[in-house]
């Protein structure tokens, strides 16, 4: 294990014996009797709907620890599916597999989905400001002109759109669709619900120098259970947000733009400069992108939750 990286890489061979019930671009799900489920974040990291041949390390153990910290923060506003991320915690069947899983993995209540990738925006950017600057808003949402990439919205929107599967992209809907979907009512609370994390996040994060831009949510319910909808999957993640630095949003100049993100926008770029084409295989990363991005990783743990990532490792 080299001494940048507190967890131990994960392949898929490496959890014999744990039925598969799923396995996505970072994420593996793995059956746990009948009422649980096994969330396993690997260090796998995507771009353009493609998943990378390079690993970043301890990436699966950011986004559970970030994941873990905001579902205590939001345990108020919404029921989460965690039960827990401490190794002891987990199944005797599981103990096995509890190196492999320390610091990356949850187990959770098992849940049938919603098929709606729920969308709050806080800031106008990314997909919403190609909308915006073909229609005048977005996801069919009046805003008003002369807004900015980058600028804050008057109100934080709620801007769903479609499931899609691996290699495919998701597509922005509007309410009515949400509505056909799941039924207005439901639309409706997954529209409230949404917005409220959204705005608790930006409450929390603001003052340790950081902006919520947008990020997408997962809501799900408990089979056989009162209806209530629970929160699901990663929570504000670099993976499912846009985290910017708030001094860097200020020095923004006359004509806006959005500033750099933490998240996976350091190898977008860089899969740009190499010239890749999003169709052939993506090439692999060099060692300094993937040095680069693994410390925007563990340090939007780190400036979030005020606590240390090796703190995190430990402890799980």
């Given at each position: 294990m080299?001494?940048?990286?507190?967890t131990a890489?994960?392949?898929?061979?490496?959890l014999?014996g744990?039925?598969?019930?799923a396995?996505?671009k970072v994420?593996?799900l793995?059956?746990v009797g009948?009422?649980?489920?096994?969330?396993?974040t690997?260090?796998r990291?995507?771009a353009?709907?493609?998943v990378?041949p390079?690993e970043?390390?301890?990436?699966g153990?950011?986004?559970t620890g970030?994941?873990?910290?905001?579902l205590e923060?939001?345990?108020d506003?919404?029921?989460?599916h965690?039960v827990?991320?401490?190794?002891?915690?987990?199944p005797?069947?599981l103990?096995?597999?509890a190196?492999?899983?320390?610091?990356?993995?949850?187990?959770?209540?098992?849940?049938?989905?919603?098929?709606v990738e729920?969308?709050?925006?806080?800031?106008?950017t990314?997909?919403g400001?190609a909308d915006y600057r073909?229609t005048?808003g977005?996801?069919g949402?009046?805003?008003?002109d002369?807004?900015?990439d980058?600028?804050?919205?008057?109100?934080p929107?709620?801007?769903p759109a479609?499931?899609?599967t691996?290699g495919?992209?998701d597509e922005n809907v509007?309410?009515?669709?949400?509505?056909?979907?799941?039924?207005g009512?439901?639309?409706?609370e997954l529209?409230?619900?949404?917005?409220?994390?959204?705005?608790?996040a930006?409450?929390?994060?603001e003052?340790?120098?950081?902006?919520l831009?947008?990020t997408?949510?997962e809501?799900g319910?408990?089979?056989?259970?009162?209806g209530?909808?629970?929160l699901?999957?990663e929570?504000l993640?670099?993976?499912s947000?846009r985290w910017?630095?708030?001094?860097?949003?200020e020095?923004?100049?006359?004509?806006g733009?959005a500033p750099?993100s933490?998240?996976?926008?350091?190898?977008?770029?860089w899969l740009?400069r190499a010239?890749?084409d999003?169709q052939?295989?993506?090439?692999?990363?060099p060692?300094d992108?993937?040095?680069a991005?693994r410390?925007?990783y563990?340090?939007?743990y780190e400036?979030?939750t005020?606590r240390?990532f090796?703190?995190?490792?430990?402890?799980a």
């Open positions: 080299s001494p940048e990286r507190l890489p994960l392949t898929p061979g490496d014999p744990l039925p598969l019930l396995r996505g994420r593996d793995y059956a009948d009422d649980h489920v096994l969330v396993v690997t260090d990291i995507s353009y709907d493609a990378l390079t970043v390390p301890d990436k153990a950011v986004l970030l994941t873990v910290w905001w923060q939001l345990a506003l919404v029921p989460h965690l827990t991320a401490r190794s002891a915690e987990l005797p069947e103990a096995p597999h190196a492999a899983l320390a610091g990356r993995a949850m187990l959770c209540r098992r849940l049938e989905m919603l098929p729920c969308v709050a925006r806080g800031f106008l990314g997909s400001w073909a005048g977005v996801c949402q009046p805003l008003p002369g807004l900015r980058g600028d804050r919205l008057p109100e929107l709620f801007t479609t499931k899609a691996v495919e992209h509007d309410l009515a669709a949400v509505a056909a979907a799941v039924g009512e439901t639309a409706r529209a409230r619900l949404t917005v409220a994390v959204l705005r608790r930006q409450e929390l994060a003052p340790r120098g950081l902006l831009a947008d997408k949510l809501f319910r408990v089979p056989g259970g009162d209530a909808l629970v699901g999957d929570v993640t670099p993976d947000s910017w630095p708030r001094d860097a949003w020095a923004r100049g006359p004509d733009g750099p933490y998240d996976k926008q350091f190898v977008r770029d740009t010239g890749w999003r052939s295989p993506p090439p692999a990363l060692e992108v993937v040095a991005t410390a925007r563990v340090e939007a400036r979030l005020g240390s090796a703190a995190w490792v430990s402890s």
